[in-house]
T-cell receptor, first 112, second 113 residues
Framework: GAGVSQSPSNKVTEKGKDVELRCDPI?????LYWYRQSLGQGLEFLIY????????KSGLPSDRFSAERTGGSVSTLTIQRTQQEDSAVYLC??????????FGSGTRLTVV | GQQLNQSPQSMFIQEGEDVSMNCTSS?????WLWYKQDPGEGPVLLIA???AGELTSNGRLTAQFGITRKDSFLNISASIPSDVGIYFC?????????????WGAGTKLIIKP
């Protein structure tokens, strides 16, 4: 597509449930990033995929967080046993190089 | 996580005023980036800076890469209502993976009615 597409745009879930957030990057972009943005904060790096290389998972805050990128395209960020502190906007970005990040509109996750 | 020191946190300005914001760090950076985020959207890249001392303009926006490589500023001249939003600085640190950006907490620009 023309831009980075994220779904759902909003997600309200009960504490303890699992959630899946989806990102469709720009076609042809080899790099894909997930960031988390808490209210009033900057962006917190979560995970980075580059082509077929092993992802950099160093930003994932706990083992409840995981992400996959299938076929070098679509990515899914999964949060298991959600906690209230997981509430944030989850942003996906893709690029050919790190400077040309294009962000999606994000998924606003609210854990109640 | 680590953040850049971005200031001010928010600015209330009159339409037509000039705006200035900056980011500082104790670390040395190879690249400085300035983004703008509108409500409900992801950040959009405004200006990228690659060299110490570099001064780059994009319309009414001007940004500079500090000589010490530890800071950067963004100026907006003659502000207009569509300039409202949150501005983020981001940088790629020297000696670190070039895909990992460090982000400021943002400067929220509000135009007084």
């Amino acid at each position: 597509g023309a831009g980075v597409s994220q779904s759902p745009s909003n997600k309200v879930t009960e504490k303890g449930k699992d959630v899946e957030l989806r990102c469709d990057p720009i076609s042809g972009h080899t790099a894909l990033y997930w960031y988390r943005q808490s209210l009033g904060q900057g962006l917190e790096f979560l995970i980075y995929f580059q082509g077929n290389s092993a992802p950099d998972k160093s930003g994932l805050p706990s083992d409840r967080f995981s992400a996959e990128r299938t076929g070098g395209s679509v990515s899914t960020l999964t949060i298991q046993r959600t906690q209230q502190e997981d509430s944030a906007v989850y942003l996906c970005a893709s690029s050919l190089g790190y400077v040309g990040y294009t962000f999606g509109s994000g998924t606003r996750l609210t854990v109640v | 996580g680590q953040q850049l020191n971005q200031s001010p946190q928010s600015m209330f300005i009159q339409e037509g005023e000039d705006v200035s914001m900056n980011c500082t760090s104790s670390s040395i950076f190879n690249t400085w980036l300035w983004y703008k985020q509108d409500p409900g959207e992801g950040p959009v890249l405004l200006i990228a800076l690659y060299k110490a001392g570099e001064l780059t303009s994009n319309g009414r926006l001007t940004a500079q890469f500090g000589i010490t490589r530890k800071d950067s500023f963004l100026n907006i001249s003659a502000s207009i209502p569509s300039d409202v939003g949150i501005y983020f600085c981001a940088g790629q640190r020297a000696g670190h993976s070039n895909y990992q950006l460090i982000w400021g907490a943002g400067t929220k620009l509000i135009i007084k009615p």
